[in-house]
């Protein structure tokens, strides 16, 4: 069986980096990533994906990529439950990434430099599932 999802896309906002209680870092961002048809009306469509990033990775993402960045990202697709606190049951689908590469360098602690595609950085790390 084969669970692997590779996506291209923008951050629609900068990555939350938060830790569990046993230190680990987990940073979520949402992707955006362009239909490759047009709708009816000529219009370019998106899907808006959520990405999980664990570990260094995880803070890596934060340091380094926000809200319009153009990443690349490898990893699997996961569907979870959780109860809410009045009993109601949510279905989460979310991609867990294996690898981020980021296809933009920063100009500057707050601008991202789109004349920049192509430059690559990529952090890998196995995730302990």
């Given at each position: 069986m084969l669970n692997r999802?590779?996506?291209?896309?923008?951050?629609?906002?900068?990555?939350?980096?938060?830790?569990?209680?046993?230190?680990?870092?987990?940073?979520?961002?949402?992707?955006?990533?362009?239909?490759?048809w047009l709708n009816q009306q000529g219009e370019r469509e998106a899907d808006f994906l959520p990405i999980v990033v664990w570990r260094k990775q995880a803070e890596s993402c934060a340091n380094y990529i926000g809200k319009g960045s153009l990443v690349a990202v490898e990893g699997r697709i996961q569907v979870r439950t959780y109860d809410t606190k009045d009993g109601q049951r949510r279905w989460v689908t979310e991609v867990v990434a294996d690898s981020v590469r980021f296809l933009e360098r920063r100009e500057s602690s707050n601008t991202q430099g789109i004349d920049s595609v192509g430059s690559e950085v990529e952090i890998t790390e196995d995730i302990p599932f």
């Open positions: 999802a590779i996506l291209i896309g923008r951050l629609t906002k900068d990555p939350e980096l938060r830790y569990t209680p046993n230190g680990v870092a987990v940073a979520s961002f949402t992707l955006a990533v362009n239909r490759p």
